[in-house]
T-cell receptor, first 111, second 117 residues
């Protein structure tokens, strides 16, 4: 079973920051937080992951609370092409780890 | 970034026939690939873990005789849906992990949509 809870849907205005929350209150010490997104009828796309420090890459920023029980994915300037289902996943790192997807958040970026 | 390609992207078949879906890692070697299926408006469900040179590991509730997985080389895994029925109609997606790069960063194929008539 997925170990994360996400809101089923969110709206965001184009050009604004999109902040997607995720609760993972039962996360273990060796589990990372991963974010993927899936645009309609395509395979999922890796966005970012982290253990306990905040992370940033060219796509997004990941903010993890100090107790690691929740996190927020931030898309700094959402575009229409960011409309997708965003999945927050917790999983141990390492080779052959398998990702269990929850229901995700459908982010709709509005013009 | 690494590329995973699936073929075919869409397939329609008659009930009772078998369908093979290929998953290829185009610019890297993947010792482990994963197969998922996804029903409309639902999340991805992990079906099995495909290991190069050995038998696949199936998730609970997935029939291994129904969904045959072969990972004969480091760049190719195949999923064969045997004696397909309409309830097997789904979006099938594979993924592969690149050894030596960021752990957990799976690369996914474009998906294969199977419709069984």
């Amino acid at each position: 079973d997925a170990k994360t809870t996400q809101p089923p849907s969110m709206d965001c205005a184009e050009g604004r920051a999109a902040n997607l929350p995720c609760n993972h209150s039962t996360i273990s010490g060796n589990e990372y937080v991963y974010w993927y997104r899936q645009i309609h009828s395509q395979g999922p796309q890796y966005i970012i992951h982290g253990l306990k420090n905040n992370e940033t890459n060219e796509m997004a920023s990941l903010i993890i609370t100090e107790d690691r029980k929740s996190s927020t994915l931030i898309l700094p300037h959402a575009t229409l092409r960011d409309t997708a289902v965003y999945y927050c996943i917790v999983s141990p790192s390492g080779a052959t780890n398998k990702l269990i997807f929850g229901t995700g958040t459908l982010l709709a970026v509005q013009p | 970034g690494a590329v995973v390609s699936q073929h075919p992207s869409r397939v329609i078949c008659k009930s009772g026939t078998s369908v093979k879906i290929e998953c290829r890692s185009l610019d890297f070697q993947a010792t482990t690939m994963f197969w998922y299926r996804q029903f409309p408006k639902k999340s991805l469900m992990l079906m099995a873990t495909s290991n190069e040179g050995s038998k696949a590991t199936y998730e609970q509730g997935v029939e291994k005789d129904k969904f045959l997985i072969n990972h004969a080389s480091l760049t190719l895994s195949t999923l064969t849906v045997t004696s397909a029925h309409p309830e097997d109609s789904s979006f099938y997606i594979c993924s592969a992990e690149t050894p030596g790069t960021k752990s957990g960063e799976l690369f996914f194929g474009e998906g294969s949509r199977l419709t069984v008539l």
